[in-house]
C-alpha cells in the first residue's frame, strides 16, 4: 500500500469512527467531537512546530491555551460600567509600577560593578517597589471587584466581535512565550520542561484569583458567539423558513437548531485549521523549516555553520504558543464561558503530548491525525468501558463487591488507554501512525 493511500485510510477510519457516533449515538455528540477535534488538532500543529520542528520540550501548553481564553474575554465582553473610572486606571497604573521596578532592578544589576552596594541597591529597590505597588494597587482592585460582585466585578472586555479575539488569544500567548524564551531558552531540555510548566500554573494561578481581570473561580458567563456565521437557537426556531427545513429532514426545530449552530463552529474551526496547516507546511518546506530542522537534529553542527540556534528556538517557540492561544480562544468561544478551574495539565499538556506522539512528531498532517484519533478515544473509551465492564460483570448477582469495584473502574478507562495507546505506538510505530519524511 503506497503512504498517501495508508495517510488516506487513517484519516476516513477516524472519520469513520466519528459518524458512526452519529448514527449509534447522537448527532450533537458527533459534532462535539468534530469541533474538539478541531480545535485539538490547532493545538497539536502548535506543539508539532515546537517539538517536531525544534525539539523544544514544552509542558506549558495550558498556560498559553489559557491565555487565549483569557483574551477572548478582555476583548469581547462588555466593559462593567464604572469599573475603569473607579479603579481601572489605578490598577493599570500599579502594573506599570510593578514593571518598571523590575525594569529598574535588571539595569541596576547591569550597570552597575558587582559588590555590595549593587546587591543592597537591588533589593531596596525591589523592595521599595513591592510596597508601592501594592500600595497603588490593592485598594483600587477592592474598588473594581465591589462593583456588582455576584454578576461582574471585573473590568470588562472590549465588546468587541468575538473573532477578533481569536488573533488576540495568538498575540498575547506570543508575548508571554517570547517573556518566557527570553528567559527559559538558555535552559538545557528537562530544566525548560520544568520552567514552562512552572510558568504555566503561575498563569492559571493568576486567572484563579484575580477576581479584577476576569472573575477569577466566579467564572465568566455569556461570551458572544461568531455571528453571523454562528447563530443563537432561539433566533433558528423562530425562523419558519429554518423549521420548515427542519421537518422536511425530519428532525424537531429543537434538534436543528442545535445541530446548525454546531455546525456553524465546525466551518469556522475547519478554515482556521486549514490555514494555519498550510502555513506550517509552507514553513516545513522552506528554507528556514530546514534549518530549524538541522537545528534539531545537531545544534553545535549549526551553530558552527553561523546560525543563531538560540534566536531561531524563540521564534519557534512563539510561532507554536500563538498557535496554542488562538486554539485557547476559540475553545473558550465554542464553550460560551471562561473557567480557569478546568484548564488541567491532563487535558491541555498530557493529551496534546500523546496526539503528536501517536499522530507522528514532525509530521503536520500525523499531529492532525493524532488530535482527532485520541480525542475521539477520550471522550468515548469511558461509556465503551462502562459498556464493557457491564458486559463483563452481567453474569454476577446484584450486591457482588466485585461486580461494583469493575463498574466503578469504568472512569478510570481513559487514563488506562491512553497509556496503552501511547505504548503500543512507540513499541511497533516509534515514529508515529503518520511518521516524518
Not at 75 to 80: D, F, R
Not at 232 to 240: G, H, R, S, T
Not at 345 to 357: A, C, D, E, N
Amino acid at each position: 500500500m503506497s503512504e498517501a493511500a495508508k495517510n488516506t485510510l487513517l484519516f476516513a477510519g477516524v472519520g469513520g469512527l466519528i459518524l458512526l457516533t452519529g448514527f449509534t449515538q447522537s448527532w450533537n455528540s458527533a459534532i462535539l467531537i468534530l469541533n474538539m477535534g478541531l480545535i485539538s488538532a490547532i493545538m497539536a500543529i502548535g506543539v508539532n512546530l515546537q517539538w517536531g520542528f525544534a525539539g523544544l520540550f514544552n509542558v506549558g501548553v495550558m498556560g498559553f491555551v489559557a491565555l487565549g481564553g483569557l483574551a477572548v474575554v478582555l476583548v469581547s465582553t462588555p466593559t462593567t460600567a464604572g469599573a475603569w473610572s473607579a479603579g481601572g486606571y489605578g490598577i493599570v497604573l500599579a502594573l506599570l509600577l510593578g514593571a518598571a521596578t523590575v525594569v529598574a532592578a535588571v539595569l541596576v544589576a547591569q550597570k552597575m560593578p558587582k559588590g555590595r552596594v549593587r546587591t543592597f541597591s537591588i533589593i531596596g529597590i525591589l523592595i521599595a517597589g513591592f510596597f508601592i505597588f501594592r500600595a497603588v494597587f490593592d485598594p483600587n482592585v477592592a474598588v473594581v471587584e465591589a462593583i456588582n460582585p455576584a454578576v461582574e466585578g471585573n473590568l470588562g472586555g472590549l465588546n468587541l466581535p468575538v473573532l477578533f479575539a481569536w488573533p488576540a488569544g495568538g498575540l498575547l500567548a506570543a508575548g508571554a512565550a517570547w517573556l518566557i524564551g527570553k528567559t527559559a531558552l538558555g535552559l538545557r531540555s528537562d530544566y525548560l520542561a520544568i520552567a514552562t510548566l512552572g510558568i504555566a500554573e503561575i498563569v492559571i494561578a493568576i486567572m484563579k484569583n484575580e477576581d479584577w481581570l476576569a472573575r477569577g473561580v466566579k467564572n465568566v458567563y455569556g461570551i458572544p458567539r461568531p455571528a453571523p456565521v454562528v447563530g443563537y437557537e432561539i433566533d433558528l426556531q423562530k425562523d419558519p423558513g429554518f423549521v420548515a427545513r427542519a421537518e422536511w429532514l425530519g428532525l424537531d426545530p429543537v434538534t436543528a437548531s442545535t445541530l446548525s449552530v454546531k455546525l456553524g463552529y465546525s466551518v469556522l474551526f475547519l478554515v482556521v485549521l486549514l490555514i494555519l496547516l498550510w502555513m506550517a507546511q509552507m514553513a516545513l518546506k522552506s528554507p528556514w523549516g530546514r534549518m530549524m530542522r538541522a537545528i534539531r537534529d545537531n545544534e553545535v553542527a549549526a551553530e558552527a555553520m553561523g546560525k543563531d540556534v538560540t534566536r531561531r528556538h524563540l521564534q519557534i517557540f512563539v510561532l507554536g504558543s500563538a498557535i496554542c492561544g488562538i486554539a485557547g480562544a476559540m475553545m473558550t468561544t465554542l464553550d460560551g464561558q471562561l473557567t480557569p478551574s478546568a484548564y488541567q495539565p491532563l487535558r491541555f499538556t498530557f493529551l496534546v503530548w500523546v496526539m503528536v506522539i501517536v499522530g507522528g512528531s514532525g509530521n503536520n498532517f500525523g499531529a492532525v491525525l493524532g488530535a482527532f484519533l485520541i480525542w475521539f478515544l477520550w471522550v468515548q473509551v469511558e461509556p465503551m468501558g462502562l459498556w464493557m465492564m457491564n458486559l463483563i460483570t452481567s453474569g454476577l448477582p446484584d450486591g457482588s463487591a466485585l461486580k461494583a469495584h469493575l463498574i466503578e473502574s469504568a472512569a478510570h478507562m481513559r487514563l488506562f488507554t491512553m497509556g496503552l495507546i501511547l505504548l503500543i505506538v512507540l513499541r511497533f510505530s516509534p515514529r508515529g501512525l503518520i511518521p516524518e519524511k
